[in-house]
C-alpha cells in the first residue's frame, strides 16, 4: 500500500479494516480504542507519509493512545502486528499484517468462550461455603450489586486463579470476607465524614473573609429597574468546595483483624465526589485508587490482593510514607488536601524516618488526621516508638475499626473544628 | 519524511526550538488535522514552549489562558465591566433615556471584558495560536465546558447573542500529569509525550540556546545533568535548568566543571533543600570522577552511570 493506492476505494478500505482489527488488538491488550478513534486515526494517515514506518508509527501513536503508561503495551503490539518489507520496497503489507492478526483472532474467541464459563465461575465462587458467611450470601451479592452498582465496565478478569475457584486462596491473607451487609452502613458514614471534611474547609474560608462579597453581575441586574441608583446590594458567598482526601493504609500483619474493614471503607470513600485517592502500605507503598473504581467490591479486593503480595509482611511506615512523598505527594497533595493515615503505629521500621516523612507530608498539606484501631481499647496508649515519631505531626487522632467507631468519627468531626494550618 | 513535517521542524528550529520527531509529527498533526494538541510531560521540558514557538511560526498572536482550580465563565470567557456599567449608570441618572435604552447601552461591547477563551475567537486576522497551560491544575466542570467550546467554536452571552468564531485558533493544551483528564478531552485532542531531553538533545539545546558556551563545558554539563536525572530526587530538573545552569556557568569564566562550582551554583538546578542534601560535595566529586574516567574510555561503576556511558560513547562515536 502506498500514498497512491490509499486514494482508490479498494486500498482505503484495507487500511480501514487493517486500523480496525489493530485497534481491537489493542483494546484487548487494555488500551481503550474507541470507534471516534479509527476515524482520527484514518485521518492522520491521509495526511503523512505511509512508507516512511516512523512517521506512520508516531501518527498512530499520538492518535490512539493519551498516556504515555500504554506506550509499552502499544510498542510491543506495534511491533507485532505491522511488517514492514525490508529492502527499501515501496509498498507496506497492510493486507496481511502478521500472523500475529489470526493469532489474535483465535485467542479472542477463546476468551470469549472462557468469558461466558467464567460468569458461571463468579457465581460459583460467590456461593462457596465459608463457615463466617452465611446462606444468604446470593443475597448479598445482588444486594451489593444494587447499592454499589453503577454501571461501568467490569476490568479484565484475569489469572487462572478466579477461574478454577482457587480465589479463595488470595483473599485469605485478607482474614475475613468483605461485610457487604455493613457496606450500606459504611457507606452512609462515609457521606457524613467526607461532608464533615468539605464543611471544615468551606468554615475556614468563610471565618477567614472577614469582609464579604459582593455578587456585582446580579446586583447591576436587580437595580436596573432603579434606574441606576444602586439600591439592593445582593452578596455572594464561596461555594462548598469539594474536599481531596488522601487514604493511606497500612495492611500489615499487626493490621489483619482490620484490614477487610478499612478496605471497605476505603471503598466508600472512593464513591464520594472529589479528588479522592487511596494507598495501601506494609513494607512499600502501592497506589489503590484504580482498583476501587471497580463497581464490585469482591473483585475490587480481589485485584488488589492479587496484585500486592506483601499482606503479611512487616510494617515499615517511615519507608512507605517516604516513597509516597518522592512519587506521589507532589502531584496529589496541595495545601488543602486532607491525608488520612490509617495504622496501628507499630512499626520494624526506623522511627527517625517516620519523623522525617510526617514532617515532609505536614508541610505540604492541609491536615493529617490519622487513625488508629487500637485507640480506645483497654489498655492501649500510643506509645510505641512509630506512633510517638508521628505524632506532632498529626492534627488529629481517633479510633476506628468497626462501624460505632466510624460514627464516633463523624460525630467528634461534627463537633470539632479542624484547624488547618 | 513527508513535507509538512520537514518543514514544521525546519519552521520550529527557526525559532531556537530543538525538536524531534515526534514532537515536529504531533504538531504538524494537530495543525493539519484542525485537532487541539494535548502536551504532557514534567515540569520544565518545553511544553509551554511549543505554544509559543508555534505562533511566532505561524506569525501569528499568541493568546494564553493560565489554568487554576476555580476557573469559571467570568475569568475565562467574559465579564462585564461592572464599575465601568456602574458609573454610566449614575451618569445617565438624570438622562431622558428609558430604562430599555440604558440597559441595551451598558449591555454594548465597550463594556465586555474579553477573556482568554472569547479573545481567541474573536481574532479578525488570522487564527491565533490558543494556550491553555496546565490544564490539569483546572477541575473537571471547567474542562466540561471547554470541550463545548472546542467543538463548536462559538460562544454565548445572554445580552449579545452568541458570538462565532471567524477564524478557529490553534489550540494547544499542557498538563503536568497531576491528574488524569477526562477521556471526552484526551479523545478530541493529539497527544504528544514530552519527557526529558536525551543527551543528543540537550546538547543541541545549549549549543542553540548559547551559542558562545564553550563546546567541552557544555558536554560536560549535559553529561552531568543527564546522570543527575537519575537520581531519585524529589524535584527532577528539566532542560530549562540546564539553559540557566549553562548560563550563570558562562558568566562565572568557567570552562570546564569541577565540585567546588557545582556546589556552589547547585541552586540552579536543584530547588528543594532535601534535594540539596543529596547533592554533597562528596557526591558531586564522585559523579566527575566517574565522568571523566568515561571519557577517557575506561570502564566505571553504577548503574546510572552505565546507562549514561553508553548514549555517551555513541555520541562521541560519532
Given at each position: 500500500?502506498?500514498?497512491?493506492?490509499?486514494?482508490?476505494?479498494?486500498?482505503?478500505?484495507?487500511?480501514?479494516?487493517?486500523?480496525?482489527?489493530?485497534?481491537?488488538?489493542?483494546?484487548?491488550?487494555?488500551?481503550?480504542?474507541?470507534?471516534?478513534?479509527?476515524?482520527?486515526?484514518?485521518?492522520?494517515?491521509?495526511?503523512?507519509?505511509?512508507?516512511?514506518?516512523?512517521?506512520?508509527?508516531?501518527?498512530?501513536?499520538?492518535?490512539?493512545l493519551?498516556?504515555?503508561?500504554?506506550?509499552?503495551?502499544?510498542?510491543?503490539?506495534?511491533?507485532?502486528?505491522?511488517k514492514?518489507?525490508?529492502?527499501?520496497?515501496?509498498?507496506?503489507?497492510?493486507?496481511?499484517?502478521?500472523?500475529?492478526?489470526?493469532?489474535?483472532?483465535?485467542?479472542?474467541?477463546?476468551d470469549r468462550?472462557?468469558?461466558?464459563?467464567?460468569?458461571?465461575?463468579?457465581?460459583q465462587?460467590?456461593?462457596?461455603?465459608?463457615?463466617?458467611?452465611?446462606?444468604?450470601?446470593?443475597?448479598?451479592?445482588?444486594?451489593?450489586?444494587?447499592?454499589?452498582?453503577?454501571?461501568?465496565?467490569?476490568?479484565?478478569?484475569?489469572?487462572?486463579?478466579?477461574?478454577?475457584?482457587k480465589?479463595?486462596?488470595?483473599?485469605?491473607?485478607?482474614?475475613?470476607?468483605?461485610?457487604?451487609?455493613?457496606?450500606?452502613?459504611?457507606?452512609?458514614?462515609?457521606?457524613?465524614?467526607?461532608?464533615?471534611?468539605?464543611?471544615?474547609?468551606?468554615?475556614?474560608?468563610?471565618?477567614?473573609?472577614?469582609?464579604?462579597?459582593?455578587?456585582?453581575?446580579?446586583?447591576?441586574?436587580?437595580?436596573?429597574?432603579?434606574?441606576?441608583?444602586?439600591i439592593?446590594?445582593?452578596?455572594?458567598?464561596?461555594?462548598?468546595?469539594?474536599?481531596?482526601?488522601?487514604?493511606?493504609?497500612?495492611?500489615?500483619r499487626?493490621?489483619?483483624?482490620?484490614?477487610?474493614?478499612?478496605?471497605?471503607?476505603?471503598?466508600?470513600?472512593?464513591?464520594?465526589?472529589?479528588?479522592?485517592?487511596?494507598?495501601?502500605?506494609?513494607?512499600?507503598?502501592?497506589?489503590t485508587?484504580?482498583?476501587?473504581?471497580?463497581?464490585?467490591?469482591?473483585?475490587?479486593?480481589?485485584?488488589?490482593?492479587?496484585?500486592?503480595?506483601?499482606?503479611?509482611?512487616?510494617?515499615?511506615?517511615?519507608?512507605?510514607?517516604?516513597?509516597?512523598?518522592?512519587?506521589?505527594?507532589?502531584?496529589?497533595?496541595?495545601?488543602?488536601?486532607?491525608?488520612?493515615?490509617?495504622?496501628?503505629?507499630?512499626?520494624?521500621?526506623?522511627?527517625?524516618?517516620?519523623?522525617?516523612a510526617?514532617?515532609?507530608?505536614?508541610?505540604?498539606?492541609?491536615?493529617?488526621?490519622?487513625?488508629?484501631?487500637?485507640?480506645?481499647?483497654?489498655?492501649?496508649?500510643?506509645?510505641?516508638?512509630?506512633?510517638?515519631?508521628?505524632?506532632?505531626?498529626?492534627?488529629?487522632?481517633?479510633?476506628?475499626?468497626?462501624?460505632?467507631?466510624?460514627?464516633?468519627?463523624?460525630?467528634?468531626?461534627?463537633?470539632?473544628r479542624?484547624?488547618?494550618? | 519524511?513527508?513535507?509538512?513535517?520537514?518543514?514544521?521542524?525546519?519552521?520550529?528550529?527557526?525559532?531556537?526550538?530543538?525538536?524531534?520527531?515526534?514532537?515536529?509529527?504531533?504538531?504538524?498533526?494537530?495543525?493539519?488535522?484542525?485537532?487541539?494538541?494535548?502536551?504532557?510531560?514534567?515540569?520544565?521540558?518545553?511544553?509551554?514552549?511549543?505554544?509559543?514557538?508555534?505562533?511566532?511560526?505561524?506569525?501569528?498572536?499568541?493568546?494564553?489562558?493560565?489554568?487554576?482550580?476555580?476557573?469559571?465563565?467570568?475569568?475565562?470567557?467574559?465579564?462585564?465591566n461592572?464599575?465601568?456599567?456602574?458609573?454610566?449608570?449614575?451618569?445617565?441618572?438624570?438622562?431622558?433615556?428609558?430604562?430599555?435604552e440604558?440597559?441595551?447601552?451598558?449591555?454594548?461591547?465597550?463594556?465586555?471584558?474579553?477573556?482568554?477563551?472569547?479573545?481567541?475567537?474573536?481574532?479578525?486576522?488570522?487564527?491565533?495560536?490558543?494556550?491553555?497551560?496546565?490544564?490539569?491544575?483546572?477541575?473537571?466542570?471547567?474542562?466540561?465546558?471547554?470541550?463545548?467550546l472546542?467543538?463548536?467554536?462559538?460562544?454565548?452571552?445572554?445580552?449579545?447573542?452568541?458570538?462565532?468564531?471567524?477564524?478557529?485558533?490553534?489550540?494547544?493544551?499542557?498538563?503536568?500529569?497531576?491528574?488524569?483528564?477526562?477521556?471526552?478531552l484526551?479523545?478530541?485532542?493529539?497527544?504528544?509525550w514530552?519527557?526529558?531531553?536525551?543527551?543528543?538533545?540537550?546538547?543541541?539545546?545549549?549549543?542553540?540556546?548559547?551559542?558562545?558556551?564553550?563546546?567541552?563545558?557544555?558536554?560536560?554539563?549535559?553529561?552531568?545533568?543527564?546522570?543527575?536525572r537519575?537520581?531519585?530526587?524529589?524535584?527532577?530538573?528539566g532542560?530549562?535548568?540546564?539553559?540557566?545552569?549553562?548560563?550563570?556557568?558562562?558568566?562565572?569564566?568557567?570552562?570546564?566543571?569541577?565540585?567546588?562550582?557545582?556546589?556552589?551554583?547547585?541552586?540552579?538546578?536543584?530547588?528543594?533543600?532535601?534535594?540539596?542534601?543529596?547533592?554533597?560535595?562528596?557526591?558531586?566529586?564522585?559523579?566527575?570522577?566517574?565522568?571523566?574516567?568515561?571519557?577517557?574510555?575506561?570502564?566505571?561503576?553504577?548503574?546510572?552511570?552505565?546507562?549514561?556511558?553508553?548514549?555517551?560513547?555513541?555520541?562521541?562515536?560519532?
Amino acid at each position: 500500500m502506498n500514498q497512491e493506492s490509499l486514494k482508490s476505494d479498494d486500498g482505503h478500505k484495507s487500511l480501514i479494516n487493517a486500523i480496525i482489527v489493530f485497534g481491537t488488538y489493542l483494546r484487548g491488550k487494555g488500551i481503550p480504542v474507541s470507534p471516534e478513534h479509527f476515524n482520527q486515526a484514518m485521518r492522520a494517515l491521509t495526511c503523512i507519509d505511509l512508507t516512511d514506518p516512523q512517521e506512520f508509527y508516531i501518527a498512530l501513536r499520538a492518535i490512539l493512545l493519551d498516556d504515555p503508561d500504554q506506550f509499552r503495551t502499544f510498542d510491543e503490539a506495534f511491533g507485532s502486528f505491522w511488517k514492514w518489507p525490508s529492502g527499501g520496497k515501496e509498498e507496506i503489507d497492510i493486507l496481511r499484517p502478521a500472523g500475529a492478526v489470526n493469532r489474535f483472532i483465535t485467542n479472542r474467541n477463546n476468551d470469549r468462550e472462557r468469558r461466558q464459563k467464567g460468569s458461571k465461575g463468579v457465581e460459583q465462587l460467590t456461593k462457596l461455603s465459608e463457615p463466617t458467611m452465611q446462606d444468604d450470601v446470593k443475597g448479598a451479592t445482588v444486594r451489593s450489586n444494587s447499592v454499589l452498582g453503577h454501571a461501568s465496565e467490569l476490568p479484565p478478569l484475569q489469572g487462572k486463579s478466579l477461574y478454577s475457584g482457587k480465589m479463595v486462596k488470595t483473599s485469605s491473607r485478607l482474614t475475613g470476607r468483605p461485610d457487604l451487609e455493613k457496606q450500606a452502613v459504611i457507606q452512609r458514614m462515609v457521606d457524613k465524614i467526607v461532608k464533615q471534611l468539605a464543611l471544615n474547609a468551606a468554615r475556614r474560608y468563610k471565618a477567614a473573609n472577614h469582609g464579604q462579597r459582593y455578587d456585582l453581575r446580579k446586583t447591576i441586574r436587580i437595580n436596573l429597574r432603579y434606574g441606576g441608583k444602586i439600591i439592593n446590594l445582593i452578596k455572594k458567598k464561596r461555594k462548598l468546595r469539594k474536599p481531596r482526601i488522601i487514604l493511606i493504609c497500612d495492611v500489615s500483619r499487626s493490621m489483619e483483624p482490620f484490614s477487610v474493614f478499612v478496605l471497605q471503607m476505603v471503598y466508600s470513600f472512593q464513591s464520594e465526589p472529589g479528588r479522592i485517592e487511596s494507598f495501601i502500605f506494609s513494607t512499600m507503598i502501592k497506589r489503590t485508587t484504580p482498583y476501587f473504581k471497580c463497581w464490585n467490591l469482591h473483585l475490587a479486593l480481589e485485584k488488589i490482593a492479587a496484585d500486592f503480595p506483601y499482606w503479611s509482611g512487616g510494617t515499615r511506615i517511615g519507608e512507605s510514607l517516604a516513597q509516597f512523598n518522592r512519587d506521589h505527594s507532589q502531584s496529589l497533595i496541595n495545601r488543602r488536601s486532607v491525608v488520612v493515615v490509617v495504622s496501628d503505629g507499630l512499626d520494624t521500621g526506623d522511627p527517625q524516618m517516620i519523623s522525617q516523612a510526617m514532617e515532609r507530608l505536614a508541610l505540604r498539606s492541609g491536615t493529617i488526621i490519622w487513625l488508629n484501631p487500637l485507640l480506645g481499647t483497654p489498655g492501649y496508649e500510643p506509645r510505641s516508638k512509630g506512633m510517638l515519631a508521628a505524632l506532632p505531626h498529626i492534627d488529629f487522632m481517633a479510633p476506628v475499626r468497626d462501624v460505632s467507631t466510624l460514627q464516633g468519627l463523624e460525630t467528634i468531626l461534627r463537633k470539632e473544628r479542624l484547624n488547618t494550618r | 519524511m513527508i513535507e509538512g513535517v520537514k518543514r514544521t521542524i525546519e519552521l520550529m528550529e527557526a525559532e531556537q526550538y530543538i525538536v524531534d520527531r515526534t514532537t515536529a509529527t504531533s504538531v504538524f498533526l494537530a495543525v493539519e488535522m484542525k485537532k487541539p494538541l494535548l502536551v504532557e510531560g514534567y515540569a520544565g521540558v518545553g511544553k509551554t514552549e511549543i505554544a509559543k514557538v508555534l505562533a511566532a511560526a505561524l506569525n501569528t498572536r499568541l493568546i494564553r489562558l493560565q489554568c487554576y482550580e476555580g476557573l469559571d465563565v467570568a475569568t475565562t470567557i467574559y465579564e462585564w465591566n461592572y464599575p465601568k456599567q456602574i458609573l454610566r449608570l449614575t451618569i445617565e441618572n438624570d438622562s431622558k433615556r428609558s430604562e430599555r435604552e440604558k440597559e441595551e447601552l451598558i449591555f454594548s461591547e465597550s463594556f465586555l471584558l474579553k477573556r482568554p477563551l472569547l479573545e481567541s475567537i474573536t481574532e479578525l486576522k488570522k487564527s491565533p495560536v490558543l494556550l491553555i497551560d496546565e490544564i490539569d491544575r483546572a477541575d473537571e466542570e471547567f474542562e466540561a465546558f471547554l470541550l463545548e467550546l472546542l467543538s463548536d467554536f462559538q460562544v454565548t452571552i445572554p445580552e449579545l447573542g452568541t458570538i462565532h468564531a471567524k477564524h478557529r485558533p490553534y489550540v494547544i493544551l499542557t498538563s503536568n500529569r497531576t491528574r488524569a483528564l477526562s477521556d471526552a478531552l484526551k479523545r478530541r485532542c493529539v497527544y504528544l509525550w514530552m519527557d526529558y531531553p536525551d543527551f543528543k538533545k540537550e546538547l543541541k539545546i545549549l549549543k542553540t540556546r548559547i551559542p558562545r558556551l564553550n563546546a567541552y563545558l557544555a558536554q560536560q554539563i549535559v553529561e552531568f545533568m543527564q546522570v543527575i536525572r537519575r537520581l531519585p530526587l524529589n524535584k527532577t530538573p528539566g532542560a530549562a535548568e540546564t539553559v540557566e545552569w549553562a548560563t550563570s556557568l558562562m558568566l562565572l569564566h568557567a570552562d570546564h566543571l569541577d565540585p567546588d562550582l557545582i556546589v556552589d551554583t547547585l541552586g540552579y538546578i536543584v530547588k528543594e533543600h532535601d534535594d540539596l542534601l543529596q547533592l554533597s560535595r562528596q557526591r558531586v566529586l564522585s559523579i566527575l570522577t566517574e565522568l571523566s574516567k568515561l571519557e577517557a574510555g575506561e570502564a566505571c561503576d553504577g548503574t546510572i552511570l552505565e546507562e549514561v556511558a553508553g548514549f555517551v560513547m555513541q555520541e562521541k562515536v560519532k
